[in-house]
């Protein structure tokens, strides 16, 4: 009598459980239905490191909710010339964009340099160097202009002098993004001496994209089983992240909330870095290996992964790099059928890529575009382009950069 009270509990049990799945399940497609109806919400399946989840977005069919003129977009620019400053900043305002730029300079700007970015209304924040860094890196040797071995000079920023610079300015931008009571809505964090834009990338981004932390992923055939994401990672952690996309940590896209919790994350990890001597090393790009690893560990939150050529950020370097090993090496053996040098002819600047590799560009206008053909709205790595992209982006920043407008679209 006993086992069959407890199977019919058991049955009964169970036949509520479906009940509530079910109802709950159909609640949901009420929900939805409803939303979409009124023209609110879509429902979209997010791949995370964890699995699938479902999350509610926008309908607007064209771009994200953000208001490019309270979004901004923040870098460190010490050091560089006026030419730099022109194709980051110069083709970020022929787009439209009238949001925030702001960038971390250099106490000993030139005056043309400050005179060009105060005309394109950039914000400013001198970043002083510390007499003396508090972070002690591995020692490594450096030979001066003399032939001295000498040990490392390690740069930290004043008011950061526990970090090394590459890993400072996630701070200082927390501080730069506070500071602006006025920047509301998206939010970039570039990288400045390899980058320039073409579209305003706040209204380049998809509904399905636009998340409280967006990352962006490299070209598939790169992962992080590369020695710079691997190396840091197994010195540090003692383990490895395994063979995933590789995600760049130059170009981070959120809103304000989003980003300033993801620099939280970051600075944490930093901190339990810097305490550990198999963890501080002098490498300048391992804040990429941190990137990679807390987001493999699910360390940031409310986040997507945006594949390779499909958001506003096309981090191009890869392809870039393996086009231009193409070229040199046809140039070292002596080519004079090579593609590349053929293209040197070619009084047509805009095509400044042969035929075989339209799908990356458009034709007309020169344009690196994402999968769907459209303009990409900012392109990081270039300069590993060579000197192949050189002539048109000569042209481009010249004549003012003539195809970034969206009305200038052929």
């Known amino acids: 009598m006993e086992k069959i009270t407890s199977n019919s509990t058991q049955r009964t049990g169970s036949l509520c459980r479906t009940f509530l799945k079910l109802f709950a399940g159909l609640a949901t497609v009420l929900l939805v239905l409803t939303q979409i109806f009124y023209g609110l919400t879509v429902i979209t399946w997010l791949k995370q490191p964890q699995g699938y989840i479902y999350s509610y977005i ?31 900043v110069g083709s970020l305002r022929a787009t439209g ?16 340099v400050m005179e060009y970015l105060a005309a394109n209304q950039v914000t400013t924040h001198v970043v002083e160097v510390a007499e003396k860094c508090t972070y002690q ?21 004043k008011d950061y002098p526990d970090y090394k610079l590459t890993w400072a300015r996630f701070a200082l931008y927390k501080d730069w993004l506070l500071a602006c009571p006025d920047c509301t809505d998206g939010v970039i964090l570039t990288d400045v001496r390899d980058a320039y834009f073409q579209r ?16 962006f992923e490299e070209d598939p055939r790169t992962d992080t089983t590369h020695w710079l994401t691997d190396f840091p990672i197994k010195t540090c952690k003692g383990k490895d ?84 090993k193409r070229v040199k090496k046809e140039k ?68 003012g950069w003539p195809y970034n407008s969206v009305s200038d679209e052929q």
């Open 58 to 88: 926008s309908t607007n069919p064209t771009s994200s909710s953000w208001d490019s003129s309270k979004s901004a977009v923040l870098g460190l620019a010490t050091k560089y010339n006026l030419d730099v400053y022109k194709i980051f």
């Open 97 to 112: 964009f009238d949001g925030h730029i702001i960038l971390g300079i250099s106490e000993d700007l030139s005056p043309d």
């Open 137 to 157: 890196g591995q020692p490594s040797a450096h030979v001066d202009r003399d032939g001295r071995i000498e040990s490392v000079k390690w740069i930290c920023a």
């Open 200 to 215: 305003d990338p706040f209204r380049t981004v998809k509904p399905e994209h636009q998340r409280p932390l967006m990352v």
């Open 241 to 324: 992240i395994g063979e995933r996309r590789m995600l760049c940590s130059g170009s981070t896209m959120g809103s304000r909330e989003g980003i300033l919790d993801y620099i939280d994350v970051m600075m944490e990890e930093f901190d339990e870095w810097k305490t550990k001597s198999e963890c501080r090393t002098n490498m300048k790009g391992d804040d990429q290996s941190i990137h990679n690893s807390l987001y493999y560990e699910n360390r940031f939150r409310n986040v997507i992964a945006i594949p390779y050529r499909t958001g506003p950020i096309n981090v191009i370097g890869y392809t870039a790099s393996e086009i231009f």
């Open 332 to 399: 070292e053996e002596g080519n004079v059928h090579s593609i590349f040098l053929k293209k040197n002819d070619d009084d047509k600047w805009q095509h400044w890529l042969p035929e075989e590799y339209d799908e990356l560009i458009d034709p007309k206008t020169g344009l690196l575009v994402n999968i769907d053909g459209s303009p990409s709205g900012q392109i990081h790595q270039h300069d590993r382009f060579g000197w192949i992209m050189a002539n048109w982006m000569s042209n481009n920043s010249n004549k």
